[in-house]
Each structure stands twice: as structure tokens, then as C-alpha cells.
């Protein structure tokens, strides 16, 4: 298929992060979390590599801070959706309501392994349980099922979180919640006021490593958002996408991005084309959008690329080429045209 034409009008920014990774050293200690309850798992050790934290601000600091409190203090909750596939969630719908069927409370100080078959349940429930849950293990997708033992014993985990009825419950797990891409009513209250963290919940993301077995990397909120600038620097009403699923690294970063920012977010489904995807990113308006290269070039040569208006694209993972820039040029431009910008870090374009 051919290419975009190149004499498009320009696009705003299109910044260009290094591929490289930082390295983790497994005598890093992750930061503790309270004692838990009687009754409930204690923290992660074994087997897991913590990342350092990073000082960000006196807010993510804070005892009390945990993701919901954080995106709540970015405001604007009415005009804010998460939106899948086949489903959308506004935030203001999470002060009084849950996709866990109000069942939180149950969670409190557990470890919790989270594995949905899609990312909007997932998304929910890291808001739900960041400062409720001891630890939060995610799920990628497309992890193979047969590794979802090892994890449960080295974490150790003693609650799934799931929107699917079979995963894990032959592994005599304690507790299991279904989780929905809907919100019912809950008695519950997530006001500023009332959200208080209790735990400086541990994030556990699951990588490849250079054995068969995965790799688990143990983050705390602060440490992942502290490259984040809490300064929302595109406007009121930001809506965030990525090609990227939220359940691993660098997905998550974006969707970090947006709460923290007082965005929205618009998540991409294995389910669904590239062609979909980007049809659908277009009819949400879509301002600011993350992606590989490699992301990138099948979505240029779709003709639904032309639906989407971003102000910014963030490429990273690899290395990008001279020839996908020129084609991102093509895009149509966003309402709002800065200059164009090229942020190069240890990379050559």
C-alpha cells in the first residue's frame, strides 16, 4: 500500500525517545509498605527486582497519595472518560461507584494479580486498589497462561482480579473478584476527603527476561511517575492514546500520563484492527498519541490514519527512522500547531 503523501500540513510535535532502558540492579531494595492485616500475604521478595524511587513532588510523596487522589486532585473528573474498546467510564462515575462490584474494602492490604482480557477492567481496577491492595500485580495479555503460577508463588499473590471466570482458580488462590468495564453503585466514597491511602501499594510488572520465566519488577506509584510532569503543558482537556497496552511499561506510562495530568484516555484492543483502532481514536479526538515505530508505520499505511488530528506523537521503544517522521508530517494537524519539536536521547534519526 502506498504511503501518505508527503506535503501534508505539519504536525505539532513529534518527540523521539531513546530505545534504551535504564538498568536495574537486583541489590536495589524496593521501598516497605505497612504491616498487613492478620491474614494477608506479606510484601514481595524473592525473585523480584525493585527500581529506586525518584523524588517528584511533595504530593506523590505523601503518605496519602495513591492514583485515585492523584487524578482527583488534576480535576476536571466530569469531562474525563476511559474509553475501550466496546465501553466507556467516566471518572466522575468512580466517586460513588465501582467495577468491582463495591467490593474494595476486601482487597485491603491483599496481594492482588490482576489479569483481564481487557485493559479498560484493567485500568479501573489499578484505580480502584492503588493505596487499598499491599501489592498489584499486572497481567499482560499476551503472556502465556502457563507462567501464571510461578508468578503466583514467587509475588506470592492471594487474590485475582479478573474479567474472565476460569483464569487461576485451580491454583488455590484465596480470594476472586470479577471485575467489569462498567461501574455500579457502591457504597463507597472517593472524594478527595475520604480517598485516603493506607498503603504505598507496590506495582509488579511482568517483563521478559533472558530465562523462559518472566521478569518481576517491583515499582511504587512514585517511582513510576517520576518522569511525569505533573504541569499539564497541552491544554485543559488533553486526550491521551497509545498503540501500547497499559499492562506493560511502557503503555502504563501513558496512561499514567493522562490521569495525572487531567486528561483522558482512549486504550487500543488486541481485538481490534490498527484500521479500527485509529477510526476510533479519531471519533474520540484524540490530541496526544504513543507508539513504536514499528506501531507507527503500520498505521501510516492505513487509510484510516487521516482520522486522526493529534497535537503531539510520542515515538519510543526504537529507534526511529528519517522516512517515518517525513510520513508523520503527513497527518492532519491537531486545532492547536506548536513548532515542531524532535527530542533525541542516545538515538540517531
Known amino acids: 500500500m502506498k504511503m501518505p503523501p508527503l506535503d501534508g500540513p505539519p504536525m505539532s510535535m513529534i518527540e523521539c ?4 532502558r535504564v538498568r536495574l540492579s537486583p541489590r536495589l531494595q524496593a ?14 521478595q524473592a525473585g523480584l527486582s525493585p527500581v529506586p524511587q525518584a523524588p517528584l513532588s511533595t504530593a506523590l510523596q505523601a503518605d496519602a497519595f495513591s492514583l485515585w487522589r492523584a487524578a482527583s486532585a488534576s480535576g476536571n473528573l466530569c469531562d474525563r472518560v476511559i474509553a475501550g474498546e466496546t465501553a466507556l467510564v467516566r471518572m466522575s462515575d468512580l466517586v460513588h461507584g465501582s467495577s468491582l462490584g463495591g467490593r474494595v474494602e476486601e482487597l485491603r ?17 489499578l484505580i480502584e486498589l492503588d493505596g487499598v491492595a ?44 470479577t471485575s467489569r468495564a462498567t461501574i455500579t453503585s457502591a457504597c463507597t466514597d472517593r472524594s478527595m476527603s475520604a480517598a485516603v491511602a493506607h498503603y504505598r501499594t507496590e506495582w509488579i510488572l511482568l517483563t521478559s527476561g533472558t ?27 488533553p486526550i491521551w492514546s497509545t498503540f501500547y497496552d497499559i499492562r506493560r511499561y511502557g503503555g502504563l506510562q501513558i496512561f499514567l500520563r493522562a490521569m495525572l495530568t487531567g486528561g483522558s484516555m482512549v486504550l487500543s484492543s488486541a ?25 507507527w508505520r503500520r498505521a501510516l499505511m ?20 528519517q522516512s517515518i517522521l517525513d510520513h508523520l508530517h503527513s497527518l492532519p494537524a491537531g486545532p492547536s500547531c506548536p513548532r515542531l519539536r524532535l ?4 538515538s540517531s534519526v
Not at 525517545?17 to 534504551?20: G, L, Q
Open 302 to 321: 492505513s487509510p484510516a490514519a487521516s482520522k486522526i488530528a493529534p497535537q503531539y506523537v510520542r515515538l519510543s521503544g526504537e529507534i526511529a527512522d
Open 31 to 44: 521501598e516497605q509498605s505497612p504491616a498487613p492485616q492478620a491474614g494477608v500475604s506479606a510484601a514481595p
Open 271 to 295: 481485538r481490534e484492527s490498527v484500521t479500527e483502532f485509529l477510526h476510533r481514536a479519531g471519533a474520540h479526538g484524540v490530541t496526544q498519541i504513543s507508539g513504536t515505530p514499528s506501531h
Open 134 to 177: 499491599r501489592s498489584l500485580v499486572l497481567w499482560p495479555a499476551d503472556l502465556p497462561i502457563d507462567h501464571l503460577p510461578y508468578v503466583i508463588s514467587s509475588v506470592p499473590v492471594d487474590t485475582i482480579v479478573s474479567d474472565e471466570s476460569a483464569i487461576g482458580k485451580d491454583l488455590g488462590i484465596a480470594l476472586y473478584l
Open 211 to 237: 530465562t523462559a520465566r518472566p521478569k518481576m519488577v517491583v515499582h511504587t506509584l512514585t517511582s513510576l511517575c517520576s518522569a511525569i510532569e505533573i504541569h499539564n503543558p497541552f491544554g485543559n482537556h
Open 343 to 346: 527530542h533525541r536521547s542516545g
Open 109 to 125: 492490604g491483599r496481594s492482588v494479580l490482576i489479569a483481564t482480557a481487557d485493559q479498560l477492567t484493567a485500568a479501573l481496577a
Open 17 to 20: 525517545i531513546s530505545a534504551s
